[in-house]
């Protein structure tokens, strides 16, 4: 947690990044947190729900810069007529326009991140063992999986997403315990979210430019479905089977380990 929260600093204060650039990178960072924080949310007890909210509300301050530039890169790569294109591209940097200035945001955002390592000091003592982390492996697994099962609208979709997400982070946390597995298993939950993620970046375009409302509902169809295969097999297990999976690797990985 203290070297996510040190690299979240140190982008916010890099002097020679654009600040959408910035915001861009510490984003990914609260994300990463969020993810770390359900991982251990059952030893953490009650500071979880403080924790989880401190770095949900930083990130919707620096979230609609970001956003916007996620929409114009989604509207970037749907093949359009240069008018329509040029047209939609008007009013996406319209309405990025209207947002504050974000040099004052980024600066109270730094604020608190001084403010939550200094929390950190406050923490639980975390026992060393695959048990501390294996409510919040289950849980975000079982999460994604009942999202793929469950998902009705652009809106559960993107629900579905951060659930893909924090499997990810949580993949890729666990990466030396089988290099050669979780690797490429990260890999595979890295596409399925970027999909998830096209997908949603799409929903926003629409509400901004409904003209291209055939044309994104047919692109989203095609990321639904490329997301729907790739999930199935993500999520083929059961929660507790996985789990099992998780911890008989875990155990394999500490009776080797150097």
Do not use: C
């Not at 924090?166 to 596409?191: C, F």
Request: glycine share 4%.
């Amino acid at each position: 947690m203290d070297e996510q929260l040190v690299r979240a600093r140190e982008t916010l204060d890099d002097p020679k990044a654009p600040a959408a650039e910035r915001v861009h990178d510490a984003r990914k960072r609260f994300k990463e947190i969020r993810a770390l924080l359900r991982l251990i949310r059952d030893p953490l007890g009650g500071q979880f729900a403080d924790e989880n909210a401190s770095f949900r509300d930083a990130a919707r301050e620096l979230a609609a810069a970001r956003d916007a530039d996620a929409v114009l890169e989604a509207l970037d790569k749907l093949a359009l007529p240069r008018a329509v294109a040029k047209r939609a591209r008007k009013a996406v940097e319209a309405q990025r326009a209207s947002h504050p200035p974000l040099e004052p945001v980024i600066a109270n955002v730094q604020e608190q991140l001084v403010i939550a390592q200094g929390r950190l000091g406050m923490w639980p003592q975390l026992d060393d063992s695959f048990d501390t982390i294996a409510p919040g492996l289950l849980r975000t697994y079982r999460e994604g999986r009942r999202g793929l099962n469950s998902h009705r609208d652009a809106e559960e979709l993107h629900e579905w997403r951060k659930r893909v997400k924090e499997h990810w982070y949580h993949a890729q946390l666990l990466r030396h315990v089988w290099p050669e597995m979780m690797k490429p298993y990260a890999d595979v939950l890295s596409t399925l979210s970027k999909t998830l993620g096209d997908h949603h970046d799409l929903h926003v375009l629409r509400d901004l430019v409904p003209e291209l409302a055939d044309v994104i509902d047919a692109r989203q169809a095609e990321l639904e479905q490329q997301a729907m295969s790739i999930g199935r097999r993500v999520y083929a297990e059961k929660p507790a089977a996985w789990l099992a999976r998780m911890r008989n690797t875990w155990k394999a990985w500490i009776r080797t380990a150097p």
